[in-house]
């Protein structure tokens, strides 16, 4: 990585050009955000060269944004992304069955299973109440 840049730019989110398109694009906010400070003040003079301006920015913040990173980012790309996640300070292993198992109180026993046989009511013996 290069570090013999005297600019400091970041790079720019497309989805905060939307936002600030949005509600202050008339006054040419987001093209101040981009750098564009030629049409910047035009649209802040014009209200968005009468809303037209505007409106059609609605199609060309994707490829203003990109022409801006690319121009200031070109030379260096660093992509962050975030550390492995860590489990029980191992890291992540999908599931993988052992061939020896062990166990705390041994090996559960395996039951056969007996067929359940249907309830079948029987006749309550009779005590008649001793008076």
């Known amino acids: 990585m290069s570090h013999h840049h005297h600019h400091h730019h970041c790079p720019k989110s497309t989805g905060l050009t939307y936002l ?39 199609f060309l913040i994707p490829s203003m944004v990109r022409h801006f990173n ?17 489990y029980q300070n191992q890291p992540y292993q999908p599931y993988q069955p ?3 198992q062990y166990y705390a109180y041994g090996a559960p026993q395996v039951q056969q299973v007996q067929p359940v046989q249907p309830y079948q009511p029987q006749p309550a013996p009779y005590n008649p109440p001793a008076y």
């Open 98 to 100: 052992q061939p020896q």
């Open 20 to 58: 600030l398109w949005f509600f202050f694009g008339v006054f040419g906010v987001h093209r101040f955000y981009l750098q564009r400070y030629v049409s910047g003040f035009i649209y802040l003079f014009t209200l968005g060269i009468f809303g037209i301006g505007w409106l059609v920015d609605l």
């Open 70 to 86: 690319n121009h200031y980012f070109s030379e260096e790309t660093v992509i962050v992304a975030p550390a492995p996640i860590i």
